[in-house]
């Protein structure tokens, strides 16, 4: 009994370890599959935009194909956050995520034998994004502490790990199985398989054949699941004793959301509008970026490994903008002031370096501005990302719930617009990279103008 509950539970037990076999460390298992499940979903996330290169060849697909493909990620993406509920609070976060792994796993390791047709790629990554949708599900404003999501540090990194880089169920899974003491940890052990995930996966892609790719993080993403089922059998029963690490948020009643005020108050709009904003940037790089290089600028594998500069860069930045922003609020600045001039930098920046990023022909120098455009956007998890907290302090989950699904819509558009752009543009680039500049500007005026730091709902 004391083996399965692991060294948390027979601590709590005087004389019931007695020193010949440690039990396992529940709490760290969960840590190190965790970490591997964000490994594994960040490197999928990257896989088809840079595959999709060879794959285009291969099959004859032309610009408009290859967007809807693209695009489809986001349609998935978004029907799950749609339709989900509160997967992970009714049916438990191992699993849902044991759910969300299989999907997005189970999309990836079969691509290669469906590949030739383009309708049954679109299926595919229409799945591919239903599984990591169920598996953000949960959004770590649901469960962190209002002091700390009041604190820009603290919930920038929570925002740009889980919000960004994949799968906020794992927040819900550490909050009810972690103690606290080892909660920081665990969470800095997640930053850096987020980022080896991108950057293993734009390490290894170019310089194999496409289909080993899928194969490789498909087939590893299979394998995670038995070992998730294997070695979480007795999470269940230490869960019970999971109250004294963290008690569960407080749930707040349907009828007590105040759905109206969630769409007609103003600064909930800034929000939702800096958040759409940030977003068409980011899903324009993430899903165009190899082409560009590629098709554009004359890049070969070694140009395509670059790619995953940019996302090591957000993530960086995104911790030094946290801590940045708290430092301007202990020189007593105001907090609305801290988030315009976040959400104004991690806005017009990217803006501004888009634009010159397209007038460049070098591709190191392309990578750079492309990079340094990522590391301003991560400025916006210090601005708009946590005003939920501020403007709506009992309600910042259903805020961002909105805010995430507006802003999913980017993913859906910035595919096939994009192709249809380029191909009506006579194969030139520059109109994309001004009509993203010029979404975000609109997002920072918005912002700026109709923003709030106090509650209005």
């Known amino acids: ?59 004859n697909w032309d610009m408009h194909t290859q967007g809807w493909i693209l695009s489809s990620f986001s349609v998935g993406y978004l029907s799950s956050l749609i339709a989900g509920g509160s997967a992970a609070k009714k049916y438990g976060g191992k699993r849902v995520l044991t759910l969300a792994v299989f999907l997005w796993s189970i999309s990836a390791f079969f691509t290669p034998y469906f590949a030739s047709s383009w309708m049954v790629m679109v299926f595919f990554r229409f799945l591919l994004g239903v599984g990591e949708g169920i598996g953000k599900r949960f959004h770590p404003v649901n469960f962190v502490p209002k002091q700390v999501l009041r604190n820009s540090n603290a919930c920038t990194a929570a925002m ?30 997640l930053i850096a398989m987020g980022s080896i995930g991108q950057t293993a996966a734009g390490l290894i892609s170019p310089h194999i054949y496409w289909p080993l790719v899928f194969f490789i993080f498909g087939g590893t ?54 958040h759409f904003s940030m977003n068409w940037s980011n899903y324009i790089i993430m899903q165009w970026l190899p082409t560009y290089l590629v098709r554009f600028l004359g890049g070969g594998p070694t140009e395509i490994m670059l790619t995953a500069l940019p996302y090591v860069a957000n993530s ?30 991690g806005l017009v920046g990217p803006g501004l370096l888009l634009v010159v990023f397209s007038a460049s022909s070098s591709i190191p120098v392309a990578v750079f501005l492309i990079s340094l455009s990522m590391g301003f956007s991560a400025c916006n998890s210090a601005g708009h990302l946590s005003s939920h907290a501020e403007v709506a302090p009992n309600h910042a989950g259903i805020t961002f719930a909105i805010s995430n699904t507006l802003a999913t ?19 030139r680039w520059f109109p994309v990279f001004i009509l993203a500049g010029f979404i975000n500007i609109v997002g920072a005026v918005v912002y700026a103008s109709h923003s709030s730091a106090t509650p209005v709902i």
Request: aromatic share 12%; charged share 15%; net charge positive.
């Open 316 to 345: 960086l930045c995104g911790i030094a903008a946290g801590h940045f922003a708290d430092n301007l609020v202990r020189r007593r600045w105001s907090v609305l002031c801290v988030r315009r001039l976040m959400t104004c930098i």
């Open 409 to 427: 819509i980017p993913g859906i558009l910035c595919g096939p617009l994009t192709a249809h752009i380029v191909v009506h543009s006579n194969g």
């Open 1 to 59: 009994l004391f083996s399965e509950m692991g060294a948390p539970g027979w601590q709590r037990y005087r004389g019931a370890y007695d020193g010949f076999m440690k039990p396992v460390n529940i709490p760290l298992k969960i840590i190190i599959l965790c970490c591997i499940a964000n490994f594994i979903n960040s490197a999928d996330r990257v896989l088809m935009p840079i595959t999709i290169i060879s794959m285009a060849d291969e099959f």
């Open 221 to 274: 993403g299979l394998i995670w699941v038995a070992l998730w089922i294997l070695f979480t059998k007795s999470v269940v029963e230490c869960e019970l004793d999971a109250q004294e690490y963290l008690a569960p948020p407080t749930k707040v009643s349907e009828q007590s959301t105040p759905w109206r005020e969630c769409f007609t108050r103003r600064p909930l709009w800034a929000i939702y509008c800096a």
């Open 160 to 189: 740009v790990i889980l919000g960004q880089i994949g799968l906020p169920t794992i927040f819900h899974i550490f909050a009810y199985a972690v103690s606290p003491e080892e909660r920081g940890r665990a969470f800095s052990y």
